[in-house]
């Protein structure tokens, strides 16, 4: 444990750029960070940049900024990268690849999701100077204007950093929305639904998105009942303190306290502003059964509490979500959503998934982690998507079933004839280091799976380090 006021809180911070002759740093502190360690970080920052094809398409530069936190398990450090680009009239697609990243003592890891905010605005900042300056330069005066910023900031910082992030999730609605019965639903204990009985108090459970995971994810299901919400009105202090997810609970049929929803939802929005909370928020308008999905009457009334949502929300991130305890995939997406915007390296998932894409000429991925959730997802387009949103759920069944009976060969399934033209639909388990994810992804007519080995190769390579960081 490090005491307050620590001065060695930040152990170093290297700018990285990616030069003709391959990624190098050109900035380091301090100076007696090594040259080899301080290669080693460009090498590995840059890299998962690099083959973005992104920017060599000529994307607007401003439009690509974004950041993840990355182990450097060989110097004990752990580092939150800041990836940019910097304009080279000389340069593939006319930028370079660049990196910042700050680095601190794997213990010290909560110090980057508290002060998250303040340190992607400074290097935001930091970032922009550079991409108006000169090439060639070495960005001397702004390295030393940020790390001295930095310093003044960790100085007043009054926090005990520790190694494990605590992620709190609040799971708030009425009674009878159908809370508990989603939590249940989405670990598939379906002979628990039926007997669940409405919560009392507070039914706190935890979530484990990889089985060695650091971060500790509680989840906190509030009993809708009327004494209950008024309790946790009144200390709501306790219940919003420190919260990094909200998933809030309507029940789509319950017509007549439709309004009532909305107005506790209006309450707990006041509430987090008060507390200066900005959780994400998940919306789920729940009891959405597969036969009500056209139900005119029902699909009004979505659309109007949509609209209500949006004009409660402030500037708070909100999605809406629709589901049944009947279409599990419905849950599944509504749960991942929330669970992987709490992952700082979502972006750089993202980014993977797409170049992934991309080499393999496919228009869709799905990454799962062994429990079927979505750990990231990049579709081109929506019936992408869509297509997923159907398949996914029955390959998972399929590859379990086929291997229980042994009577798989190969680690993937392919189905063809599914998909329009001649696409086929492929669902395939890749090693991450010493996980077992999955994969699917659609595959163009004439094109075999074998043919991506290397890329699928490189994929798995380059989240290996980012999935021990993704929540
Ligand atoms: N038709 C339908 N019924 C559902 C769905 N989800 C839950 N239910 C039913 O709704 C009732 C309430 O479900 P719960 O999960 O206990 O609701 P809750 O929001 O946890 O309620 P409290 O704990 O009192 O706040 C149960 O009878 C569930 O079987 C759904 O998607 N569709
Ligand atoms: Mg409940």
């Known amino acids: 444990m490090n005491g307050k006021n620590d001065q060695n809180l930040i152990q170093s911070i290297v700018l990285s750029i990616f030069e003709e002759n391959g990624p190098t740093f050109v900035n380091k502190w301090p100076s007696s960070l090594s040259e080899q360690d301080a290669l080693l970080i460009a090498i590995k920052t840059i890299s998962l940049l690099m083959g973005d094809k992104v920017y060599q ?71 922009s100077k550079i991409q108006k300056i000169p090439n060639g330069t070495k960005y001397q005066k702004e390295m030393e204007h940020f790390r001295l910023e930095l310093l003044e900031y960790t100085k007043n ?40 009985t409405p919560t009392k108090g507070i039914s706190r459970t935890s979530e484990k998105i990889f089985a060695d995971q650091q971060s500790i994810i509680s989840i ?11 309790k946790f009105l009144e200390q709501y202090k306790v219940y919003l303190y420190n919260i990094d997810l909200l998933f809030y609970f309507i029940d789509i049929q319950d017509e007549n306290r439709i309004e009532e929803a909305l107005l506790l939802y209006k309450t707990l929005i006041q509430k987090l502003k008060e507390l200066n909370e900005f959780p994400s928020i998940v919306v789920v308008l729940n009891k959405f059964d597969p ?68 080499e393999t000429n496919s228009s869709a991925f799905l990454l799962l982690n062994e429990n079927g959730i979505i750990l990231s997802d990049y579709a081109m387009d929506q019936i992408s998507g869509k297509v997923f949103e159907i398949s996914a759920p029955h390959f998972q069944t ?11 060969k190969q680690d993937f ?45 490189k994929f798995s390579q380059n989240i290996k380090s980012l999935i021990t960081m993704y929540i």
Not at 220 to 230: A, H, V
Not at 416 to 427: C, L, R, Y
């Open 57 to 127: 398409s000529g994307t607007d530069i401003e439009g690509m900024n974004y950041y993840g936190i990355l182990p450097f398990p060989d110097l004990e450090l752990n580092g939150l990268t800041y990836f940019f680009l910097i304009p080279d009239k000389m340069a593939r697609g006319n930028a370079k690849a660049a990196t910042i990243t700050i680095l601190i003592r794997e213990e010290n890891n909560t110090f980057f999701y508290d002060n998250m905010n303040y340190l992607r605005i400074l290097m935001d900042e930091t970032a």
């Open 291 to 358: 036969d009500l999905k056209e139900s005119i009457p029902t699909r009004k009334r979505a659309e109007y509490i949509k609209k209500e949502i949006k004009n409660y929300s402030d500037t708070f991130f909100v999605k809406v979500f629709e589901t049944s305890i009947f279409d599990q995939w419905s849950l599944i997406s509504a749960y991942s959503f929330g669970l992987s915007h709490l992952s700082p390296n979502r972006t750089l998932f993202k980014n993977q998934l797409k170049q992934l894409a991309e």
């Open 220 to 230: 906190w299901d509030l009993g809708g009942q009327k004494r209950y919400r008024e």
């Open 398 to 408: 399929l590859y379990k079933t086929f291997k229980e009976f042994k009577m798989l």
């Open 413 to 457: 399934i392919v189905s063809s004839g599914v998909a329009d033209e001649g696409k086929k639909i492929v669902f395939k388990r890749i090693k991450v280091g010493k996980y077992d994810l999955y994969l699917l992804f659609l595959l163009e007519k004439g094109v075999e799976i074998q043919q991506f080995d290397d890329s699928l190769r």
């Open 157 to 196: 910082l009054k926090e005990i950093f520790s190694s494990s992030r605590k992620i709190k999730i609040l799971i708030s609605g009425l009674d009878q929305a159908g809370k508990t019965s989603f939590l249940l639903g989405v670990k598939k204990k379906y002979s628990e639904i039926i007997k669940s």
